[in-house]
């Protein structure tokens, strides 16, 4: 199906912090470099909700993908791991708003969290990025920076309609894991480039360094890709640290 290039590995490494605001950390990340999936997860809701919240969705989006099987009947489907993506975060969703519920929590209330993450197909030399929230995937090659994934949020609304009224609040979600019983993903078939580096991050990053910043720390350290979290956790504290902020780089090569 696929033709047989040189393969292309991948390899990743990350960190999340608490941050110089907050008192706990509700942000979560998975890093599964023999599978190639790696997830960040930012949780809301308060102390010990939204760990909670982050943790449910690595731990079931993990078990979705890892116990993948393709189905033999589904030949004309090239990439069935994308209906196995799509399921699992939607099961997330449904089980966290669940445990909203049967805490007695109205609709819209309660733990939440976003998701952004990236599974690599060696077979295909494709990613799978998926996300719900603000937390985002950015490309970094040939000394450029790119928004992969778009923010689920009041602000990237008031900016994709050209900026009319007032601006909204930063934090406000338009999605995110937990809060309503559906949820739709943003999910994107990615080929990988050797060369390239994938961040996948919270807001706390996001809000305290902009892109620019992002994109000339990446560019000291590409050649030391293992210190690129730290250095934009570092960053993000410098900036303030206002939030929990959690960084993972993806290596190509």
């Given at each position: 199906?696929?033709?047989?290039?040189?393969?292309?590995?991948?390899?990743?490494?990350?960190?999340?912090?608490?941050?110089?605001?907050?008192?706990?950390?509700?942000?979560?990340?998975?890093?599964?470099?023999?599978?190639?999936?790696?997830?960040?997860?930012?949780?809301?809701?308060?102390?010990?909700?939204?760990?909670?919240?982050?943790?449910?969705?690595?731990?079931?989006?993990e078990t979705a993908?890892?116990?993948?099987?393709?189905?033999?009947?589904?030949?004309?489907?090239?990439?069935?791991?994308?209906?196995?993506?799509?399921?699992?975060?939607?099961?997330?969703?449904?089980?966290?708003?669940?445990?909203?519920?049967?805490?007695?929590?109205?609709?819209?209330?309660?733990?939440?969290?976003?998701?952004?993450?990236?599974?690599?197909?060696?077979?295909?030399?494709?990613?799978?990025?998926?996300?719900?929230?603000?937390?985002?995937?950015?490309?970094?090659?040939?000394?450029?920076?790119?928004?992969?994934?778009?923010?689920?949020?009041?602000?990237?609304?008031w900016k994709d309609?050209?900026?009319?009224?007032?601006?909204?609040?930063?934090?406000?979600?338009?999605?995110?894991?937990?809060?309503?019983?559906?949820?739709?993903?943003?999910?994107?078939?990615?080929?990988?480039?050797?060369?390239?580096?994938?961040?996948?991050?919270?807001?706390?990053?996001?809000?305290?360094?902009?892109?620019?910043?992002?994109?000339?720390?990446?560019?000291?350290?590409?050649?030391s890709p293992e210190?690129?979290?730290?250095?934009?956790?570092?960053?993000?504290?410098?900036?303030?640290?206002?939030?929990?902020?959690?960084?993972?780089?993806?290596?190509?090569?």
């Amino acid at each position: 199906m696929f033709k047989n290039f040189l393969s292309i590995k991948c390899t990743a490494y990350g960190k999340t912090d608490t941050g110089r605001a907050r008192n706990h950390n509700e942000d979560n990340i998975s890093l599964d470099n023999k599978h190639h999936l790696y997830i960040v997860a930012d949780g809301m809701g308060g102390h010990q909700a939204g760990e909670v919240a982050s943790k449910m969705a690595i731990k079931t989006i993990e078990t979705a993908l890892l116990n993948h099987q393709a189905d033999p009947n589904a030949d004309d489907v090239e990439f069935p791991e994308v209906q196995t993506v799509t399921q699992a975060i939607e099961d997330t969703n449904i089980g966290i708003n669940q445990s909203n519920k049967d805490r007695g929590l109205l609709e819209g209330k309660g733990m939440g969290t976003t998701v952004v993450g990236c599974w690599y197909l060696p077979r295909a030399k494709m990613s799978i990025i998926f996300s719900v929230g603000d937390s985002r995937a950015y490309s970094f090659y040939k000394d450029s920076l790119n928004q992969i994934t778009t923010d689920h949020s009041l602000l990237q609304l008031w900016k994709d309609k050209c900026f009319e009224g007032d601006e909204p609040p930063a934090n406000v979600l338009t999605k995110a894991l937990g809060p309503y019983p559906d949820v739709a993903p943003d999910i994107l078939l990615y080929p990988a480039k050797k060369g390239e580096l994938i961040i996948l991050c919270s807001d706390g990053l996001t809000t305290m360094v902009d892109d620019s910043e992002i994109a000339a720390t990446i560019a000291q350290f590409q050649n030391s890709p293992e210190k690129i979290p730290e250095q934009l956790i570092i960053k993000a504290n410098q900036g303030g640290g206002e939030d929990n902020i959690s960084v993972v780089t993806i290596v190509f090569g």
